[in-house]
Nanobody
Framework: VQLVESGGQLVQAGGSLRLSCAAS????????MGWFRRTPGKEREFVTA????????YYADSVKGRFTVSRDNAKSTVYLRMTNLKPEDTAVYYC?????????????????WGQGTQVTVSS
């Protein structure tokens, strides 16, 4: 499966963004999906994950209550709604797919990755 993220841009602190990750192929519902992010000089970190149906989601503590993950299997797309953005949310955001797997915060469980989209939050 190929993953293409979009929606990243420069936004002021306190603002909102919605990222999208479009997947190729007709088997999107077989994949659990995750969002991760990386800032320069840091390891890639888990943001959120969603299972195949959207019925189970997990969030990193740093984004809980501000970010919401969702998916539309008919459109083969997963979304990340980000609100009350902070400068520390500045990063390249990646979506990832885990075939037949559960929603997971472990990046090793994800076989497919997108190229990333840059989110910059100014103070």
């Amino acid at each position: 499966v190929q993953l293409v993220e979009s929606g990243g841009q420069l936004v002021q602190a306190g603002g909102s963004l919605r990222l999208s990750c479009a997947a190729s192929g007709r088997t999107f519902s077989r994949y659990a999906m995750g969002w991760f992010r990386r800032t320069p000089g840091k390891e890639r970190e888990f943001v959120t994950a969603i299972n195949w149906s959207g019925g189970t989601t997990y969030y990193a503590d740093s984004v809980k209550g501000r970010f919401t993950v969702s998916r539309d299997n008919a459109k083969s797309t997963v979304y990340l709604r980000m609100t009350n953005l902070k400068p520390e949310d500045t990063a390249v955001y990646y979506c990832a797919a885990n075939l037949w797997g559960p929603a997971s915060g472990d990046e090793k469980e994800y076989e497919y990755w997108g190229q990333g989209t840059q989110v910059t939050v100014s103070s």
